[in-house]
Structure formats: structure tokens, C-alpha cells
């Protein structure tokens, strides 16, 4: 992808701000957080003081604080007056793990999740979430750490699907997944080396992990998979879109248990 000089590279930042909703400034941050708006990131400068009050009310509220240097802060807010603090909006709540497994539980069926690792774009975390509530998921799991998480931009991304399929973010991802395989989830990885997806049952609980496009499954996560899959790549290309190759391991399970049911 080519990089536009400094003006319209400006530009773009500004555009980026804006559809991601950010708040710039101490005063507005501030005055989120007390009226409790939903807020999914708080960035603060590492030169900026006087920010302890922000800093503390978003420990409270358990919303990640993100130390980046002046110009990392000038960039995100798109040159905007920020006084060393911006905050993204965020387009749904987090909930616990185990209130995913409640709700297949409630529902009769079987865990059908996604585990997102590395999938740092916000439009294909939006798409992957937006596939996931088709499919009838009981929802997406994210790490805290380097992740996409529920900003607006995802919450348009998903057409509104993350309004309605719940989203854990988690510690640790590793950790996550060995308490899916105590409540009998089964865990699959992505690798070219893996069995054919086809030749899997999803029919019990199911979890599908999702690695970034440009390095797939972090070392640990994939040590920790259950069973890898893989896809057919007859063309050039060695990869897929992250939502698309997950839509295919989504419905491949829907598909199985239709037939189950039938």
C-alpha cells in the first residue's frame, strides 16, 4: 500500500479520529467518564501530568489506559487540541467469558465461538463479529493487548451485530482457552499442515481461532489449540481475510449441526 505525503496524510488521520468517535481533551474525557458513557480506550500522554483524577476513574471502570508519546497522541487525534488525553467511544460492553458459555448453556446448544488473536484491523474484528452473530455464535473472544477492540468503528463494521453478540476481552488469551477446554470446547487452530476442515466435527463445543493476517496464531496460542485446520488454497495467494476465513469455519459448523438436528 502507498503512503500519501503530509497533507493528505493529515487528512486521513482526521477522518480516522472522527469515525472512531474519539474524545480529545481533559475536560471532555473527564466529563464521559462522570456521566458514564460507554468508553473503550483512554490514551494519555508519557509528557503530560496532572491526569491522575482520568487515570483513576478509568481504573475503576476497568477501561484500558494506553501511555503513548506526544506525537502518537497528536496523530490519533488527528492534530486536534487534546492537552495530553483522548478516549475512544466504544459501541457495546464486555462481558465475562463465562457468560458466554451461560448463553449456549440457556440456549441448549453447544459453545460456537470465535477466539481472536492478533486481528489488530477494527473493520475485520466488525466483519468477524458481524459473521458470528449470522452464524448463530455464541460469541467472539479478544485479548486486552494487541487487538482491535469494540470502538464505533467496529460497531458499524459490524452492522450492528455488536449490539447483539456479546464480546469477552480477556487477560491472557492462552488462559481463556484452557477454561473452554475444561467446560468441554474443543479448540481449533488455522494451518496449512492441519486436516481438512470438512473432515472435523463441529457438532460438540467449538472454538475457532482467528490469527492476524500478517502472522497468523501467536507461537503459545497455537501450542495450546486442540486440533489445527486447514483450508484449500488452489490460487496464488496463501491466505485469506481473517472474516472470511472465518465465516467458512462458521458455517461449515452451522452446516453440521443442521444436519444433526435434521
Not at 23 to 52: C, F, H, K, W
Not at 146 to 171: D, I, N, Y
Amino acid at each position: 500500500m502507498s503512503q500519501r505525503r503530509s497533507n493528505s496524510r493529515r487528512g486521513t488521520e482526521k477522518d480516522t479520529a472522527k469515525e472512531q468517535d474519539r474524545i480529545a481533551g481533559r475536560n471532555p474525557v473527564l466529563e464521559a467518564l462522570r456521566s458514564g458513557a460507554m468508553i473503550d480506550t483512554i490514551y494519555v500522554s508519557q509528557e503530560s501530568g496532572g491526569l491522575q483524577e482520568i487515570i483513576q476513574m478509568a481504573k475503576e471502570r476497568e477501561i484500558p489506559v494506553k501511555i503513548v508519546t506526544e506525537s502518537k497522541l497528536n496523530q490519533l487525534t488527528g492534530g486536534a487540541v487534546h492537552q495530553g488525553v483522548a478516549a475512544d467511544g466504544a459501541c457495546a460492553s464486555y462481558v465475562s467469558l463465562e457468560d458466554l458459555l451461560k448463553r449456549a448453556e440457556e440456549k441448549g446448544e453447544p459453545p460456537l465461538l470465535v477466539l481472536c488473536d492478533g486481528i489488530q484491523d477494527p473493520h475485520n474484528l466488525g466483519a468477524i463479529i458481524r459473521t458470528a452473530e449470522a452464524a448463530g455464535a455464541h460469541g467472539v473472544v479478544i485479548p486486552k493487548r494487541r487487538s482491535a477492540s469494540l470502538t464505533l468503528t467496529v460497531g458499524k463494521t459490524s452492522a450492528g451485530a455488536a449490539s447483539w453478540l456479546p464480546v469477552a476481552r480477556v487477560s491472557n488469551l492462552v488462559s481463556a482457552m484452557e477454561t473452554l477446554k475444561e467446560h468441554g470446547v474443543w479448540i481449533y487452530g488455522t494451518d496449512a499442515a492441519g486436516a481438512s476442515y470438512t473432515q472435523s466435527d463441529f457438532t460438540g463445543g467449538t472454538a475457532f481461532v482467528i490469527g492476524s493476517e500478517g502472522f497468523g496464531m501467536s507461537r503459545l496460542v497455537g501450542e495450546t489449540c486442540d486440533a489445527m485446520l486447514s483450508l484449500p488454497m488452489r490460487g496464488k495467494v496463501n491466505s485469506l481475510n481473517a472474516s472470511v476465513a472465518a465465516g467458512i469455519f462458521l458455517y461449515e459448523a452451522v452446516r453440521q449441526r443442521m444436519e444433526k438436528e435434521a
